[in-house]
């Protein structure tokens, strides 16, 4: 078996303040820490129940935040970023038989983890087919067009509220809850002991958790900042709703997720 993991810093246990997810603050290195053993602790579980393979993207921020030579043997690690459309599931394929999302964290508006945001802290809201869009609905129906089911997520409660929304058959280990600014999360060891035990669950349900695609999709974003919203108006097949807001519709995943990438 072969298992992606797609590996977000904000919605790890403890994360509370946006200096906690900037390398060049001092702050960072203790979180991307617990991201590392997060993503050790999974797949450390994943081997124990029979995985043969497994690839991490480091999916935040630079790519480069996952203390790699902690991670188990046999772990491959997917660093920085090509620049394709994949973006958070850089390196996924159809040779894959699960996906999984950890650190993962609620949508931009939000209120669910002091860093609430979809991809850029630029956004204020993303829709895709009027469903509040989150980075694990964008990138589950990425993992979705290659045939990969997303059978387990793990972040704050939010999120994982969320995406048992979405697809009911999902395995979620909520580890910690937004309260404004702050966050009341577990302590390390516990939050690395649900992830364990989570993804021994998870393991069991891979195909309930295949999706349908549907036929359009129409994204919807609203920008912060109106000049952004003006400039992305000129990009081929985008409509302005009004002065912070565009839409597209597009026909394919691959298609909606390069839009995605040149526009926001």
């Known amino acids: 078996m072969k298992i992606f993991i797609s590996a977000d810093l904000e919605g790890c246990a403890g994360v509370t303040s946006w200096e906690e997810t900037d390398s060049k603050h001092k702050e960072y290195e203790k979180a991307a820490l617990e991201m590392t053993e997060e993503v050790t602790a999974l797949c450390e579980s994943l081997f124990e129940e029979g995985v043969d393979e497994i690839v991490v993207k480091d999916a935040h921020d630079s790519g480069k935040n996952i203390y790699y030579n902690m991670l188990p043997e046999n772990a491959k690690i997917f660093r920085s970023w090509s620049g394709g459309p994949n973006s958070m599931v850089d390196g996924i394929n159809s040779s894959f038989d699960g996906a999984i999302f950890i650190g993962y964290h609620a949508a931009a508006s939000q209120n669910g983890n002091p860093l609430s945001h979809t991809m850029t802290t630029d956004l204020s809201k993303i829709t895709l087919n009027e469903r509040l869009c989150s980075e694990y609905l ?15 997520i793990s972040g704050d409660k939010m999120i994982c509220d969320s995406a048992l929304e979405f697809n009911p058959n999902i395995t979620t280990a909520p580890v910690k809850e937004g309260f404004g600014n702050g966050s009341l999360s577990l302590n390390s060891k516990d939050a690395k002991k649900l992830i ?4 021994k669950e998870a393991l069991e349900n891979i195909e309930k958790n295949k999706i349908e695609i549907p036929d359009e999709l129409t994204m919807k974003i609203k920008f912060k900042d109106h000049g952004k919203a003006y400039r992305a108006g000129f990009y081929p097949g985008i409509e302005v709703i009004d002065e912070c807001t565009v839409q597209y519709k597009s026909r394919t995943i691959k298609d909606m997720l390069t839009t995605r990438m040149f526009i926001a």
Do not use: E
Not at 139 to 151: E, K
Not at 196 to 199: G, M, R, S, T
């Open 138 to 152: 964008l990138h589950t129906y990425a993992a979705a067009s290659y045939g990969v089911p997303v059978i387990m």
């Open 196 to 199: 364990k035990k989570k993804a």
